[in-house]
């Protein structure tokens, strides 16, 4: 996502994004669409394991409302991510890049928790076409039109978690 995209989901606000880079990488920060602000905030990508000794970057969409490490955040914390395609890699370590066939923005869906900064993590299921030709996981996909009641309606993001991909994707490379 560029810069001037940042700025449109800014409402044309000046920011300057300090850590932004065009692909974001677990721990990398980017803007989060979240539950209590109409703006997104600048969060950090994975979770602290309940040990600390790994990162957490995806939960599953199946499992996420019987995790205790999970459940409550997501009830409480959900999140969109705005992005203009995403990556999976294939067995042979090779990333594919995924997006829109129409290129509009994505939205991911996922939830925050505070830990030493805010954080996100990304929900994911299993993969739909053209992912599922790369990989056996793709994240949660949100339209524009469902970001707010993925947000804001319990009920919505519970029936959410198992709804089909209805978002036309292609791969770019």
């Known amino acids: 996502m560029g810069h001037k995209e940042v700025a449109e989901l800014y409402n044309g606000q000046d920011v300057t994004p300090p850590l932004l880079k065009l692909e974001i990488y677990p721990s990398s920060v980017a803007p989060v669409f979240v539950h209590d602000c109409s703006l997104p905030k600048f969060c950090k990508w994975g979770f602290d394991g309940p040990r600390n000794s790994?990162?957490?970057?995806n939960a599953?969409?199946?499992?996420?409302?019987?995790?205790?490490?999970?459940?409550?955040?997501f009830e409480n914390n959900r999140c969109a991510i705005p992005c203009s395609?995403?990556?999976?890699?294939?067995?042979?370590?090779n990333k594919h890049l995924f997006a829109?066939?129409?290129y509009d923005m994505l939205y991911l869906a996922g939830f925050c928790k505070q830990q030493d900064t805010l954080r996100y993590i990304v929900l994911t299921k299993n993969a739909t076409p053209p992912v599922c030709d790369v990989h056996s996981r793709i994240p949660l996909l949100l339209s524009k039109n469902?970001?707010?009641?993925?947000?804001?309606?319990?009920?919505?993001a519970v029936h959410f978690l198992t709804k089909a991909n209805t978002i036309p994707l292609k791969t770019v490379y």
């Open 85 to 93: 395609g995403f990556f999976e890699w294939d067995d042979g370590k």
């Open 60 to 73: 599953r969409a199946e499992t996420v409302t019987q995790k205790p490490f999970f459940a409550k955040d």
């Open 100 to 102: 829109r066939t129409d």
């Open 146 to 156: 469902t970001v707010k009641d993925f947000l804001f309606d319990n009920d919505f």
């Open 54 to 57: 790994t990162l957490l970057v």
